[in-house]
C-alpha cells in the first residue's frame, strides 16, 4: 500500500513514512511509562497517551533525524523522551487551567484528581530525563533540558500575564514561544543534533521548530473561537472562559473604544461573564479583524518555518515537513 493509499493529510503521510519508527516509539511508551509500585501512573499516562494525539512532536524528531541521515537508534529515544514531556505539560496544564476536556475526552484531574496529574506529570518529566542520558550525548540532554525550563517559563509568564488587559503582542510572544514553540524546536534541533549534522542544519531545524511552532498556537487560539468542539477536541470558547488573552483578544482589546473596553475588563479583567458574553466577544473580534490579523501572522510564520526547511538537503521526509507547515495553516482557512 502506498503512502497517498493510507494517508491524505500531510500528518498522516508522514506518520505512515515514519510507521515503524512510531511504533518503536509506542513501545518505549509502555515500557518506561510502567511502574512497579504504582499502577496510578501507568493508568493516568494511557488514558493521555492514548487519547488519540496525532504524535506530531515525537514525528518532528523521527523526521529530523532522518533527514539528517541518522540511523542509529537513539532518536526514538529523543522522540519519546519528547512525547513524554509532551504528556507532561497538559497533565500540569488541565489542573492549572481546572480543564475538564481535552481531545474530545475527560481529564485525568477530572477523572483521578489533581495530585494525581501534578505527581505523574512530574514522573514523566523524570523519564524523559532518562531517556535523554541514555543517549550519552551532552548536547542533546542540553536542549531538551533548557526547552523543559523555558515551557515551564511561559506557562508561569502566561499566569501572571492573564486577565490584564495591557498585555500586547510581545509578551503574548513570549508566551507563545515558551509554553508551545520550545518543545517544537527542540524536537526538531535535538533529531538534527543526534544525527551529527553541521552546525548550520541543526539551526534550521530549530528555526523550523520555533515558526512552526508559534504558528501551531496561533491557530489553536483562533481556532477556540471559530472552530467546533468535535474538530478541537474540547469546548469552543474555553480561552475566552479561562479569562485568557490570547492574540485575537489582544487585537480587539487593542481596537476597542471606551464601551468596548469596559466589556473586556468585566469579562477578563473582573470575571464576570454573564450569557452572551461570548457571543459579544465574538463580534467585537470580527468587528476589529482580530481573527484575520491573526491568520495573517500565522501564515507569516509559517512563511518563516518553509524559508528555514529550504535551508536542509532535498528529501522525501523535508517535502512531508514542508506540506505539514501548510496543513497548520489550511485549517483555518
Known amino acids: 500500500m502506498s503512502l497517498d493509499e493510507k494517508a491524505t493529510k500531510p500528518h498522516e503521510q508522514l506518520a505512515a513514512a515514519l510507521e515503524g519508527e512510531l511504533a518503536a516509539v509506542d513501545t518505549l511508551i509502555a515500557e518506561r511509562m510502567a511502574s512497579e509500585h504504582a499502577p496510578r501512573i501507568p493508568e493516568v499516562t494511557a488514558h493521555i497517551v492514548g487519547a488519540g494525539g496525532k504524535r506530531l512532536r515525537p514525528m518532528l524528531t523521527l523526521a529530523a533525524a532522518g533527514l539528517c541521515g541518522y540511523d542509529g537508534p537513539y532518536h526514538v529515544h529523543l522522540a519519546t523522551a519528547v ?18 476536556q481535552r481531545r474530545g475526552r ?24 532518562q531517556l535523554m542520558t541514555d ?129 473586556w475588563v468585566r469579562v477578563i479583567e473582573k470575571g464576570k461573564q454573564e450569557e452572551g458574553d461570548l457571543e459579544q466577544a465574538l463580534a467585537l ?23 528555514a526547511l529550504a535551508q536542509l538537503p532535498e528529501h522525501p521526509l523535508r517535502d512531508m515537513l514542508d506540506a505539514l507547515a501548510d496543513y497548520i495553516i489550511a485549517r483555518v482557512r
Not at 542533546?140 to 506557562?155: C, F, K, W, Y
Open 106 to 129: 475527560p481529564t485525568a484531574n477530572l477523572l483521578w484528581d489533581n495530585k494525581s496529574s501534578v505527581l505523574v506529570g512530574d514522573y514523566l518529566f523524570a523519564r524523559a530525563f
Open 135 to 263: 543517549t550519552n550525548n551532552i548536547r542533546v540532554l542540553a536542549i531538551l533540558s533548557n526547552a523543559s525550563a523555558v515551557i515551564t517559563e511561559g506557562e508561569v509568564l502566561q499566569l501572571t500575564a492573564a486577565q490584564d488587559l495591557n498585555t500586547g503582542p510581545d509578551t503574548y510572544l513570549k508566551v507563545v514561544r515558551g509554553k508551545t514553540a520550545a518543545l517544537f524546536s527542540a524536537a526538531t534541533e535535538v533529531g538534527g543534533e543526534i544525527a551529527g549534522a553541521p552546525a548550520e542544519q541543526v539551526r534550521a531545524l530549530f528555526d523550523y521548530g520555533d515558526a512552526l511552532g508559534i504558528a501551531f498556537q496561533m491557530v489553536d487560539d483562533l481556532l477556540d473561537y471559530t472552530g467546533t468542539a468535535a474538530a478541537i477536541g474540547k469546548n469552543v470558547g474555553d480561552d475566552f472562559r479561562e479569562r485568557k488573552l490570547t492574540l485575537p483578544v489582544i487585537k480587539a482589546v487593542a481596537k476597542a473604544d471606551a464601551e468596548e473596553r469596559a466589556f
Open 83 to 100: 512525547e513524554f514531556i509532551h504528556t507532561a505539560t497538559l497533565l500540569h496544564d488541565d489542573v492549572v487551567d481546572e480543564s475538564s
Open 285 to 307: 473580534m470580527h468587528k476589529h479583524g482580530a481573527f484575520e490579523e491573526t491568520r495573517q501572522e500565522a501564515i507569516a510564520w509559517i512563511g518563516k518555518a518553509r524559508a
